[in-house]
């Protein structure tokens, strides 16, 4: 069975930081374009981060600098190092992986995580 369970999630004051897991199961990682979404009360779902088939990285222009996305293939997980943390970074933090890594739909995920929680006050 194939499964994305995402756990890091948490309240941060403004300036803090938080790691975020992604754990796949049925699939590998590395051979998977990976990807966080983030969907705050009232918005859309927005891309954060995404890992292509290889060092390739790319990131939200809200989050460059401060958030770092990386793959541990012996744990078979996605990780998002979130530093220096905003009040506008609460959100639900989802993972997603699709095959191919060209474009941005989100039906084109194969594979979606049930959320997790992220809440930065100031």
């Known amino acids: 069975e194939v499964q994305l369970v995402e756990s890091g999630g948490g309240s941060v004051q403004a300036g803090g930081s938080l790691r975020l897991s992604c754990t796949a199961s049925?699939?590998?990682?590395?051979?998977?374009?990976m990807v966080w979404f983030r969907q705050a009360p009232g918005k859309e779902r927005e891309e954060v981060a995404r890992?292509?088939?290889?060092?390739?990285?790319s990131y939200a222009d809200s989050v460059k600098g401060r958030f770092t996305i990386s793959k541990d293939g012996a744990k078979n997980t996605l990780y998002l190092q979130m530093n220096s943390l905003k009040p506008e970074d609460s959100a639900i933090y989802y993972c997603?992986?699709?095959?191919?890594?060209?474009?941005?739909?989100?039906?084109?995920?194969?594979?979606w995580g049930q959320g997790t929680q992220v809440t930065v006050s100031s």
């Open positions: 049925g699939f590998t990682v590395s051979t998977y374009c």
């Open positions: 890992s292509y088939i290889g060092p390739i990285r």
């Open positions: 997603a992986a699709r095959k191919g890594c060209s474009g941005s739909r989100l039906k084109d995920f194969t594979y």
